[in-house]
């Protein structure tokens, strides 16, 4: 198990602001973590397909970096709802100090909510867009 203290407050910072890239996975699960390198991956993968197809949308080229983003929306709701003892049970188990989450953590999923939900309307409506109008609108 872990030997040190993993701070909800602070994986759920790291989820929603840097999530896109892999960061809360690789304070909760170190360096080897298969996903964590994928988030990380997702943003060279998008630079990798604007550069071989730079007349494609820009929904098309950067669509590995965007569904990174809405998983990272998803864990940073997952990783702040988890209750306290449940938080401590799994991450917080061979150490002193227990969580003690306070307002920080509500004001972040209020955060997310907003983010995530603009990020996956604009993805559904550009989605539409290109695909009825091929991209008439933008």
Same mark, same amino acid.
């Given at each position: 198990?872990? /030997?040190?203290?993993? *701070?909800? *407050?602070?994986?759920?910072?790291?989820? +929603?602001? =840097?999530?896109?890239?892999?960061?809360?996975?690789?304070?909760?699960?170190? #360096? $080897?973590?298969?996903?964590?390198?994928?988030?990380?991956? /997702?943003?060279?993968?998008?630079?990798?397909?604007?550069?071989?197809?730079?007349?494609?949308?820009?929904?098309?080229?950067?669509?590995?970096?965007?569904? /990174?983003?809405?998983?990272? *929306?998803?864990?940073?709701?997952?990783?702040? +709802?988890?209750?306290?003892?449940?938080?401590?049970? $799994?991450?917080?188990?061979?150490?002193?100090? $227990?969580?003690? /989450?306070?307002?920080?953590?509500?004001? #972040?999923?209020?955060?997310?909510?907003?983010?995530?939900?603009?990020?996956? =309307?604009?993805?559904?409506?550009?989605?539409?867009?290109? #695909? =009825?109008?091929?991209?008439?609108?933008?």
């Amino acid at each position: 198990m872990n /030997s040190s203290f993993k *701070s909800k *407050s602070l994986a759920t910072v790291l989820a +929603l602001a =840097l999530g896109g890239a892999g960061l809360h996975r690789f304070y909760l699960h170190g #360096m $080897k973590d298969r996903w964590g390198w994928l988030h990380a991956a /997702s943003l060279p993968a998008s630079a990798l397909l604007y550069a071989l197809h730079p007349d494609w949308p820009l929904l098309a080229y950067a669509s590995p970096a965007v569904i /990174s983003l809405l998983v990272a *929306s998803i864990a940073t709701f997952l990783i702040g +709802l988890t209750p306290d003892e449940q938080w401590d049970e $799994k991450y917080n188990a061979d150490v002193e100090q $227990k969580t003690d /989450s306070q307002w920080p953590i509500p004001l #972040m999923m209020v955060l997310n909510l907003f983010y995530g939900a603009t990020l996956l =309307l604009t993805v559904i409506a550009r989605a539409f867009d290109l #695909m =009825l109008t091929g991209g008439a609108y933008g």
